[in-house]
Every structure is written in C-alpha cells, then in structure tokens.
Nanobody
Framework: QVQLVESGGGLVQAGGSLRLSCAAS????????MGWFRQPPGKEREFVAAISWLGRTINYDDSVKGRFTISRDNAKKTMYLKMNSLKPEDTAVYYC????????????????WGQGTQVTVSS
C-alpha cells in the first residue's frame, strides 16, 4: 500500500520560511516523478513544483520560482519543498504526489497523493 505523508506545515509570518517534507512508503521503486501541489482556500488545486526521480528535471510554477526549492533524497524516500520569502497568497493546503510517468504539471498525471499539510502565511 502506497502512502505519502506530508509534514512541516504551519503558521509563519510573511517573509518567513518553511520546509515541507513528503515521506513515501510502499512504492516499488524510486523511479517516480514527484510533485507538490497546493489548494488555496476556496480555489482549485494547483501545481507548485515537480522533480524527476533522479532530480535532473525540475519544474516550478512561475508564482514560486526563485522562492521555493524542490529536492528529494531517494535513499530516505523523502521529497522536500523549501519555501522562502513566503507571502500571504502562498496560504494553502500543500499536497505531495507521485507519478509513474515523467515530470508533469498536470494533476491527472499523478497516481498517488498525500493527505496534505496546511501552510498559513500571515501578513
């Protein structure tokens, strides 16, 4: 049974930083692209960042480029999202996801999802 468990969310002031983690278990191999998505209050889930299984391909949404950094440690079966210079508009539930295919921005490309972790940025 595949499980993705996010952690590291919380309340932070604008300009602050957080690091999210996503621990994976039950995947038959590390050869999964992984991604971060978020769902702001009252809005649709949206793409944030994605990374290929070796970390050679990385994509960011323009809204987080230069502020967020995605990374992964396959030995620990964990993916990370370092978030700097946080803004109130970054407030959302953040989800990690795993895809058996290539790196993608599309929600439908991902096979497994975590339960999400809340990030709240106060102004």
């Amino acid at each position: 049974q595949v499980q993705l468990v996010e952690s590291g969310g919380g309340l932070v002031q604008a300009g602050g930083s957080l690091r999210l983690s996503c621990a994976a278990s039950g995947l038959t191999s590390s050869r999964y692209a992984m991604g971060w998505f978020r769902q702001p209050p009252g809005k649709e889930r949206e793409f944030v960042a994605a990374i290929s299984w070796l970390g050679r391909t990385i994509n960011y949404d323009d809204s987080v480029k230069g502020r967020f950094t995605i990374s992964r440690d396959n030995a620990k079966k964990t993916m990370y999202l370092k978030m700097n210079s946080l803004k109130p508009e970054d407030t959302a539930v953040y989800y990690c996801a795993a895809a058996s295919g290539q790196v993608s921005r599309a929600i439908g490309s991902y096979d497994y999802w975590g339960q999400g972790t809340q990030v709240t940025v106060s102004s």
